[in-house]
Nanobody, 122 residues
Framework: QVQLRESGGAVVQPGGSLRLSCVAH????????VGWFRQAPEKEREGVSC????????HYVDSAKGRFTISRDDAKNTVYLQMNDLKRDDSAVYYC???????????????WGKGALVTVSS
């Protein structure tokens, strides 16, 4: 049974940093894409960043490039999202998800965590 559990959500001031963690059970990182997706109130869920299983290549949504970094620790079965220079528009529930597709798209992810709330506010 696949389980994904996020942690690290918090309230942070604009310009601040957070690191989200996703601990995965029952899934092999080498054969799956793992990513971070977010959903703000009244907005569609969007892919923020993904790391591909086969070659660990990464994908970022344009708004996250240069500020967010995704990484993977196979020994800990954990995927991280380091978020720097946070902006109010980054406020959302952040979900960890995994799937066999190489697309960083929420519609093709097979497994989902319950989410972690990130609020960027002064």
């Amino acid at each position: 049974q696949v389980q994904l559990r996020e942690s690290g959500g918090a309230v942070v001031q604009p310009g601040g940093s957070l690191r989200l963690s996703c601990v995965a059970h029952g899934i092999n990182f080498d054969y799956n894409t793992v990513g971070w997706f977010r959903q703000a109130p009244e907005k569609e869920r969007e892919g923020v960043s993904c790391i591909m299983g086969n070659d660990q290549s990464t994908h970022y949504v344009d708004s996250a490039k240069g500020r967010f970094t995704i990484s993977r620790d196979d020994a800990k079965n954990t995927v991280y999202l380091q978020m720097n220079d946070l902006k109010r528009d980054d406020s959302a529930v952040y979900y960890c998800a995994a799937g066999a597709s190489t697309l960083c798209d929420p519609s093709v992810m097979s497994y989902w965590g319950k989410g972690a709330l990130v609020t960027v506010s002064s």
